[in-house]
């Protein structure tokens, strides 16, 4: 997407990669040290004070990947775990810097959360019980069990069809007519999709 976008703009790519976090990637370019993100970045509130965003591009669905044996063990026959996650106290394990943070701490008031360093440090946590459940999107959860069909035993996915993820590219805050063009091209490219 991003050689895409750079060479309908007539120009080279140029790619940063020194952001941590998804967080990191909205701080630089807020401060002008990129001029877009193309990073499979959500739409949070706290980024939109900083960043301006195009439209969402990709639509993912929040998600759990719960531990079986947890939930057992809290759920009284309960068949959601969001009902377990409002009304117990669990850890929720989330990865640091993305919008999963914030995402967790909506679920519910009572649910501790615990950052980890990576997704993969994340899905483990879960499967090794140090966590009730990892919060991440539907994509990762589904490609972590597809990836590892033995960890099915002791994990669950349960994609929340009501949580979305919006994904864009972020600009700058004085750059609307970057973001004026992007949204034009977006459209294009999913007006092109829907016709073939």
Request: aromatic share 8%; proline share 3%.
């Amino acid at each position: 997407m991003a050689y895409d976008i750079a060479s309908k703009l007539g120009v080279d790519a140029e790619f940063l990669r020194s952001a941590n976090t998804f967080d990191d990637v909205a701080d630089q370019v807020a401060a002008g040290q990129a001029d877009l993100a193309v990073s499979k970045l959500s739409i949070t509130l706290p980024r939109a004070q900083k960043v301006l965003f195009s439209d969402p591009y990709l639509l993912l669905h929040q998600s759990l990947l719960v531990n079986r044996l947890q939930f057992a063990a809290l759920s009284k026959n309960q068949t959601d775990p969001l009902d377990v996650i409002k009304q117990k106290s669990v850890k929720i394990g989330v990865v640091k810097g993305t919008s999963y943070v914030g995402y967790a701490h909506e679920l519910s008031d009572k649910a501790e959360i615990v950052e980890y360093d990576n997704l993969s440090k994340m899905m483990e946590g879960a499967y090794r019980g140090e966590v009730f459940a990892a919060f991440y999107d539907d994509v990762e959860i589904k490609s972590y069990i597809d990836n590892n069909p033995d960890r099915a035993i002791r994990l669950q996915a349960f994609v929340l069809k009501d949580r979305v993820d919006p994904i864009a590219i972020a600009v700058a805050p004085d750059d609307s007519r970057l973001l004026a063009w992007l949204n034009q091209l977006l459209f294009i490219n999913k007006a092109k999709l829907t016709n073939q």
